[in-house]
């Protein structure tokens, strides 16, 4: 089964919108990390967020904001007036902490494209 | 700039070759991951090293080995390579854990792009 799905496999917005990229995680831990990475077209990836599990509180960076709800297992992130420079694909990656290593659980992947 | 070097950034070979990827990590990173990038299987984690030491195994095949150095560079082997392991291998690091692995977000490098002919 999946531990992180991204349902959205593509989304097209037009430049200013808002867009909002949703994510659904699947856990037994109660400690857990929920994280945001971002790749442009030019392909690295970019580390945009980390969110431990016990902390609820909703972020915001810059146009950037993020809203995690634990009841429905969801770490979803909210472009305010999308850029050009937005289009990219975003990843929501799950990691569990404990055990004699560790490795994170990516979505698919969510391809945003912005369009002027 | 990540600070996560992997070279080459392309390679191109024929099937049944084997070739070795590699990765240094940012400095003072500990972790070393693997992660495999096909277009039909997204982002998969193969394997984890943490010190040397191999910490935590995912989807990597029988065919593929890796380790990590003293010097914390790892290397990520694939042999009797095959069409199917086309793809954009990435390596990523992370500071030491302070509360148990996970914890940490990875710092990924630009990732090697293998092409199998």
């Known amino acids: 089964a999946q531990k992180v799905t991204q349902a959205q496999t593509e989304i097209s917005v037009v430049e200013k919108e808002d867009v909002t990229l949703d994510c659904v995680y699947e856990?037994?831990?109660?400690?857990?990390?929920l994280f945001w990475y971002k790749q442009p077209p030019s392909g690295e990836l970019v580390f945009l967020i980390r969110r431990n599990s016990f902390d609820e509180q909703n972020e915001i960076s810059g146009r950037y904001s993020w809203n995690f709800q634990k009841s429905t297992s969801s770490f979803n992130f909210t472009i305010t007036a999308s850029q050009v420079v937005d289009s990219a694909v975003y990843f929501c990656?799950?990691?569990?902490?404990?055990?004699?290593?560790?490795?994170?659980?990516f979505g698919t992947g969510t391809s945003l494209t912005v369009i002027p | 700039d990540s600070g996560v070097t992997q070279t080459p950034k392309h390679l191109i070979t024929a099937t049944g070759q084997r070739v070795t990827l590699r990765c240094s990590p940012r400095s003072g990173d500990l972790s070393v991951y693997w992660y495999q990038q096909s277009l039909d299987q997204g982002l998969q984690f193969l394997i984890h090293y943490y010190n040397g030491e191999e910490r935590a195994k995912g989807n990597i095949l029988e065919r593929f080995s890796a380790q990590q150095f003293p010097d914390l560079h790892s290397e990520l082997n694939l042999s009797s390579l095959e069409l199917g392991d086309s793809a954009l291998y990435f390596c990523?690091?992370?500071?030491?854990?302070?509360?148990?692995?996970?914890?940490?977000?990875?710092?990924f490098g630009d990732g090697t792009r293998l092409s199998i002919l």
């Open positions: 856990t037994r831990d109660t400690t857990y990390y």
């Open positions: 990656a799950l990691s569990e902490l404990g055990g004699p290593g560790n490795q994170f659980y």
């Open positions: 990523a690091s992370s500071p030491p854990p302070a509360e148990g692995f996970g914890n940490q977000p990875q710092h």
